[in-house]
Antibody, heavy 128, light 107 residues
Framework: QVQLQESGPGLVKPSQTLSLTCTVSGGSISSGGYYWSWIRQHPGKGLDWIGYIYHSGSTYDSGSTYYSPSLKSRVAISVDTSKNQFSLKLSSVTAADTAVYYC??????????????WGQGTLVTVSS | SYELTQPPSVSVSPGQTASVTCSGDKLGSKYACWYQQKPGQSPVLVIYQNSKRPSGIPERFSGSHSGNTATLTISGTQAMDEADYYCQAWDSSTGDVFGTGTKVTVL
């Protein structure tokens, strides 16, 4: 059973960079074939996809990324296969970035992606 | 940007059928999936590829797709089915897109 666990600061100051890490257990990122995603949920609101990184499983693959157009200028997702982790960096944060952040594993079926596994989510508050 | 619209709320009596719709431009040419989210919990995939159920999801959950509307149906609704439900599709220009969400209340 694949499990994902988010970690990182729960409080970030405005204009700074939000950094979160997702540790994967029960499965290897380097086995390839899956999309490793970040999704957020503002308090009391719906789900917003942030982006994902796809790792082919090749030793030399640093991953291919795809970001939400609305966040693309501020987002970076990377993978560390040696630690079986992937990470999110969101720069220049404001109070509007306060949300529960989920990491997730998506699988492609018939040309679309769906989330098979979710982390438990971590609340990040942006405040001075 | 691509948007998927759901009704804010649906009410259903125990044992009855609940239907949740999801509408979007050109949704007819895409697959949809559905997630259930209970308060304080992470979402759970209940339907993928329009109508398929992941392992462990009860048979009372079903999905269908007609034109630009996808529908999640819960037959014989139980109190434990009270939750928020989100549809999701994938678009090449915007990536994953989630619906606005529907709160299903079992009265």
């Amino acid at each position: 059973q694949v499990q994902l666990q988010e970690s990182g600061p729960g409080l970030v100051k405005p204009s700074q960079t939000l950094s979160l890490t997702c540790t994967v257990s029960g499965g290897s990122i380097s086995s390839g074939g899956y999309y490793w995603s970040w999704i957020r949920q503002h308090p009391g609101k719906g789900l917003d996809w942030i982006g994902y990184i796809y790792h082919s499983g090749s030793t030399y693959d640093s991953g291919s990324t795809y970001y939400s157009p609305s966040l693309k200028s501020r987002v970076a997702i990377s993978v560390d296969t040696s630690k079986n982790q992937f990470s999110l960096k969101l720069s220049s944060v404001t109070a509007a970035d306060t949300a529960v952040y989920y990491c997730a594993r998506e699988v492609a079926v018939a040309g679309m992606l769906s989330v098979e596994y979710w982390g438990q989510g971590t609340l990040v508050t942006v405040s001075s | 940007s691509y948007e998927l619209t759901q009704p804010p709320s649906v009410s259903v009596s125990p044992g009855q059928t609940a239907s949740v719709t999801c509408s979007g431009d050109k949704l007819g040419s895409k697959y949809a999936c559905w997630y259930q989210q209970k308060p304080g919990q992470s979402p759970v995939l209940v339907i993928y590829q329009n109508s398929k159920r992941p392992s462990g999801i009860p048979e009372r959950f079903s999905g269908s797709h007609s034109g630009n509307t996808a529908t999640l149906t819960i037959s014989g609704t139980q109190a434990m089915d009270e939750a928020d439900y989100y549809c999701q599709a994938w678009d090449s220009s915007t990536g994953d897109v989630f619906g606005t969400g529907t709160k299903v209340t079992v009265l």
